[in-house]
């Protein structure tokens, strides 16, 4: 979230901008200390139980409290915001109410009948003990929820 979501308040040399270094230029990487607004959208079809949702509910927290984002929108979806599972609902509802985030996380286990979606944003997908799912857009980090007691 911190590298997809970073801005270019400041400038840094101690990490060197690493689309020049090919060219042998040195310059320095912008970074920003604040992330403006998120989506996380969460995962609430049938094969989500309580469980999941508590988990996914922790994550939540854990992503505010790391990057302390000024706008948070937290968005439950199956097979359209607010019931089966397809992500483009979350899609279409972002658009249709004009929502531009800097990121979406999507937290689900993965279990989608839809496609993983064409979104406008960066998406970070947050996948619940289903490490076959592999999303064809953005970014994918496999929770194991064994891992989280």
């Not at 990487?29 to 609430?44: M, Q, R």
């Not at 064409?118 to 953005?138: F, Q």
Request: with cysteine.
């Amino acid at each position: 979230v911190k590298s997809t979501c970073a801005g270019k308040d400041f400038s840094t040399w101690a990490r060197p901008n690493r689309r020049f270094l090919g060219q042998g230029v040195y310059l320095p990487s912008g970074i920003s200390e604040k992330v403006d607004e998120l989506v996380l959208a969460i995962d609430t079809s049938g094969s989500i139980g309580q469980r999941a949702l508590t988990l996914f509910l922790t994550e939540v927290k854990a992503i505010c409290d790391t990057v302390k984002p000024d706008k948070v929108r937290l968005l439950y979806w199956g097979h359209s915001v607010g019931g089966g599972t397809d992500v483009e609902c979350v899609v279409e509802y972002m658009r249709d109410n004009k929502i531009t985030p800097q990121a979406t996380i999507v937290l689900t286990d993965g279990d989608l009948y839809g496609g993983w979606g064409k979104w406008d944003c960066p998406v970070l997908w947050a996948i619940l003990d289903n490490e076959d799912a592999n999303p064809d857009v953005g970014k994918r980090v496999h929770i194991k929820s064994g891992e989280m007691e």
